[in-house]
């Protein structure tokens, strides 16, 4: 019969909540991954585990996210002066 026993040093599958706690996203956020069919699991006995190198595959696919520098607006200055809408005295 084979060895199941894994090292006690790391741990080879998570939960979804240990996953999105060493991923730094919500729990909902896996469950996300996990049926857009990014993230494979194992299940069975109703419980999800995720295997440490489907962690480490998409960590891999991930980008970073660099927003887009927006153009600035020109400010209106209407320093003793008003818009075509005069102001009531």
Same mark, same amino acid.
């Given at each position: 019969?084979?060895?199941?026993?894994?090292?006690?040093?790391?741990?080879?599958?998570?939960?979804?909540? *240990?996953?999105? /706690?060493?991923?730094?996203?919500?729990? &909902?956020?896996?469950?996300?991954?996990?049926?857009?069919?990014? #993230? =494979?699991?194992?299940?069975?006995?109703?419980?999800?585990?995720?295997?440490?190198? *489907?962690?480490? /595959?998409?960590?891999?696919?991930?980008? &970073?996210?660099?927003?887009?520098?927006?153009?600035?607006?020109? #400010? =209106?200055?209407?320093?003793?002066?008003?818009?075509?809408?005069?102001?009531?005295?």
């Amino acid at each position: 019969m084979a060895n199941l026993q894994a090292s006690e040093d790391v741990q080879t599958t998570y939960s979804v909540a *240990e996953a999105a /706690k060493k991923l730094g996203v919500s729990d &909902t956020a896996v469950y996300r991954q996990i049926y857009a069919g990014n #993230l =494979r699991v194992l299940s069975g006995f109703g419980r999800i585990r995720i295997p440490l190198s *489907e962690l480490e /595959k998409l960590t891999e696919r991930l980008t &970073t996210y660099e927003p887009k520098p927006r153009p600035r607006r020109k #400010l =209106r200055r209407a320093i003793g002066k008003f818009t075509k809408k005069e102001v009531p005295a």
